[in-house]
């Protein structure tokens, strides 16, 4: 084969294959086209169903490369805010206490039966708010899977963390809906909620370039959440929020 010496020019056809090779090198590393989808998520008797993870995979080709955002969690009137967080792998969590009391945070096996061990463990304490300054901590979410989260002094409080592999996800509101944006074209559509004792079944669904809608459907019927407790009430006893 022959050397090209430094300063030579290229030949025209060699030239000419290097651009087109630059070219498809662009081509491969375009972002694909986005599309927003909206889903309706049921339990198994048709009624709409919050706090229930929606995420996108796509059907064929390469998964994108995700970012490494931070979520942010605030524990205020007792009670972790938002109650089901979704992190990237390899993304930071930032706990930030805006109540006047400490909190004793710690990661806590999870599932319905709390038999399920976290996929990280971590425990901190974050002094209480005050003079304007909010105590914080964070941790780096570097396996992906379900972690719950609670709070040693208070008891009550329970809180959620699903660190996913997928950059397309959103959490369901009060309706049972969730938006989010994914890639235009089929993906497979899959469910996640903290009281799931099974898998729940992946779902064929086709992303349009501009507003799609999408029905998904849990395989079991998920208990309420309690309303948060009114504010105010002596801190020690957390039963009075």
């Excluded at 992946?202 to 349009?208: A, D, F, K, L």
């Amino acid at each position: 084969m022959r050397a090209t010496m430094p300063g030579m020019m290229l030949p025209r056809r060699s030239a000419l294959a290097t651009l087109a090779l630059a070219g498809a090198g662009l081509l491969a590393t375009r972002p694909a086209r986005a599309g927003t989808l909206e889903v309706l998520v049921l339990g198994a008797n048709g009624q709409p169903v919050p706090d229930a993870v929606v995420q996108l995979r796509r059907a064929a080709g390469i998964q994108p490369v995700m970012r490494a955002d931070t979520a942010v969690i605030v524990q205020k009137d007792i009670r972790f805010d938002p109650f089901v967080t979704v992190v990237p792998l390899g993304g930071m969590v930032r706990f930030v206490n805006r109540d006047r009391f400490d909190h004793h945070v710690r990661s806590m096996p999870g599932g319905p039966l709390s038999t399920v061990p976290p996929v990280k463990e971590f425990e901190f304490r974050l002094g209480p708010a005050r003079g304007g300054v909010e105590p914080s901590a964070e941790i780096r979410m570097d396996a992906p899977g379900h972690i719950s989260i609670g709070c040693h002094l208070h008891g009550s409080m329970r809180g959620h963390i699903l660190v996913t592999t997928s950059p397309w996800h959103a959490v369901t509101d009060a309706s049972g809906r969730a938006v989010l944006d994914g890639p235009v074209g089929p993906s497979e559509l899959r469910l996640w909620h903290p009281e799931q004792l099974l898998e729940q079944p992946v779902q064929q669904v086709t992303v349009g370039a501009g507003r799609s809608n999408a029905e998904a459907r849990l395989n079991f019927n998920p208990p309420r959440r309690r309303p948060p407790r009114p504010q105010g009430g002596d801190p020690a006893d957390p039963y009075r929020y």
